[in-house]
């Protein structure tokens, strides 16, 4: 079994997204079991209750820390792109994507089956955005957020 590191929206934007982003993760780890993977997702597992508070800030880096740590194992990241609008709300998939190539893993950009976004919410489907547009526009903002470090 292939271990995969899933990268997919937690806190979005302000939190307002965090009950259906949720359930969107846990889909994208069914989709990787349905693929014959062994899926981790270090943001749906340490952000439960009386693990970290991913509110709290020196608990937020910890947990993205050591799922970047665990990555490092990882075969595979996965990267489930249904609900990413612009890539300047989810700066820590981008930063995943960054790291998993820094690290030569390679990166899988993926959608989830129609059925399973209908049952998450119908109207998901008619907000996604092509993965051809996604994907170059992700790469522009990782240049970007180098040469503000510079």
């Not at 949720?22 to 439960?48: I, M, N, V």
């Not at 937020?60 to 792109?81: C, N, P, Q, T």
């Not at 899988?108 to 993965?131: A, Q, T």
Request: with cysteine; proline share 3%; net charge positive.
């Amino acid at each position: 079994m292939k271990l995969v590191l899933v990268e997919s929206p937690y806190r979005g934007k302000d939190y307002r997204s965090l009950e259906l982003n949720l359930k969107y993760g846990r889909a994208c780890l069914r989709d990787c079991f349905l693929r014959g993977e062994a899926p981790f997702a270090s943001h749906l597992l340490y952000t439960q209750e009386n693990v970290l508070d991913d509110k709290n800030l020196e608990n937020r880096k910890l947990g993205i820390e050591a799922g970047w740590a665990w990555g490092r194992k990882a075969d595979l990241s996965a990267v489930y792109i249904d609900l990413i609008d612009n890539w300047n709300n989810y700066e820590g998939i981008a930063k995943g994507v960054d790291i998993a190539e820094k690290l030569r893993r390679p990166v899988e950009f993926r959608n989830l089956p129609d059925k399973v976004l209908m049952s998450l919410d119908s109207g998901i489907i008619g907000r996604r955005r092509n993965k051809e547009e996604l994907v170059p526009e992700l790469y522009s903002f990782l240049d970007s957020l180098k040469n503000n470090l510079k």
